[in-house]
């Protein structure tokens, strides 16, 4: 393995918490200077409670954005104040857009903004003063429309991220940042299996049932 590859990890972080800050850490951090420093930006983060995202809100705020979060439903709301977001938004609620402006307000937004971990092209960036970047990682659809249109006359760069092939500089820089927020961040375990149950490992993995949104580890050695 190339040793830019094994980085150190930070104190107090275990093997447990350390095994998942690879792909999210590096993920997030991309999403978030993919396209320059956020100091003093707003930085919107979809889907607050996941691993990708909690990495992002804790690296925005590090880099000295302010940031909104979103989660899929009320209930999600308390949870989701573990996360240090400055505000905390409904995505399901009808009054989503009026938060959306609100909390930008709130924060003291400027027209240049972050919108990493985006994973569809949802309509709020359709429907506000939004001028700043798109990023995404996932999206659950095989084929997904872009409103091209729109985006246009907003000026909005949409940019796609795909781990693998980022840049060596940029995955230096996400291990040096991501080193720096480890231990902010707490990425709950939905199971851990011995390296020879790797089977049922992957089953706990695509359960269409599996009701745990936490991370699945293998225990090595």
Same mark, same amino acid.
């Given at each position: 393995m190339p040793?830019?590859?094994?980085?150190?990890?930070?104190?107090?972080?275990?093997?447990?918490q350390?095994?998942?800050?690879?792909?999210?850490?590096?993920?997030a951090?991309?999403?978030?200077?993919?396209?320059? #420093?956020?100091?003093?930006?707003?930085?919107l983060?979809?889907?607050?409670?996941?691993?990708? /995202?909690?990495?992002?809100i804790?690296?925005?705020?590090?880099?000295?954005?302010?940031?909104? *979060?979103t989660v899929?439903?009320?209930?999600?709301?308390?949870?989701?104040?573990? @996360?240090?977001?400055d505000h905390?938004?409904?995505?399901s609620?009808?009054d989503?857009?009026?938060?959306? /402006? /609100?909390?930008?307000?709130?924060?003291?937004?400027?027209?240049?903004?972050r919108?990493?971990?985006?994973?569809?092209?949802?309509?709020?960036a359709?429907?506000?003063p939004?001028?700043g970047?798109? *990023?995404?990682y996932s999206?659950?659809?095989?084929?997904?429309? !872009? #409103?091209?249109?729109?985006?246009l006359?907003?000026?909005? @760069?949409?940019?796609?991220?795909g781990?693998?092939?980022?840049?060596?500089?940029?995955?230096?820089?996400?291990?040096?940042d991501? @080193?720096?927020?480890?231990? %902010?961040?707490?990425?709950? !375990?939905a199971?851990?299996?011995?390296? %020879?149950?790797?089977?049922?490992?992957?089953?706990?993995?695509?359960?269409?049932?599996?009701?745990?949104?936490g991370?699945?580890?293998?225990?090595?050695g």
């Amino acid at each position: 393995m190339p040793s830019d590859q094994a980085v150190d990890l930070p104190e107090g972080v275990g093997f447990v918490q350390g095994a998942c800050l690879g792909i999210p850490g590096i993920r997030a951090h991309r999403a978030v200077f993919g396209d320059g #420093p956020v100091e003093g930006r707003t930085v919107l983060v979809r889907g607050g409670l996941g691993a990708v /995202s909690g990495a992002a809100i804790a690296l925005a705020r590090r880099g000295g954005a302010q940031v909104l *979060a979103t989660v899929r439903a009320e209930s999600e709301v308390a949870l989701a104040a573990g @996360t240090r977001a400055d505000h905390v938004l409904v995505q399901s609620a009808p009054d989503f857009v009026r938060q959306f /402006s /609100s909390g930008r307000r709130a924060v003291g937004s400027t027209a240049s903004s972050r919108w990493p971990s985006m994973p569809t092209f949802a309509p709020t960036a359709m429907s506000s003063p939004w001028a700043g970047p798109i *990023a995404a990682y996932s999206t659950l659809q095989a084929d997904p429309a !872009i #409103p091209f249109w729109p985006l246009l006359f907003k000026n909005v @760069t949409v940019r796609l991220l795909g781990s693998d092939d980022f840049p060596l500089d940029a995955k230096l820089a996400a291990a040096r940042d991501i @080193t720096a927020v480890a231990s %902010e961040l707490e990425f709950p !375990i939905a199971g851990r299996f011995p390296l %020879e149950d790797i089977v049922q490992a992957h089953l706990a993995l695509e359960a269409p049932s599996r009701g745990s949104p936490g991370r699945v580890v293998l225990d090595i050695g």
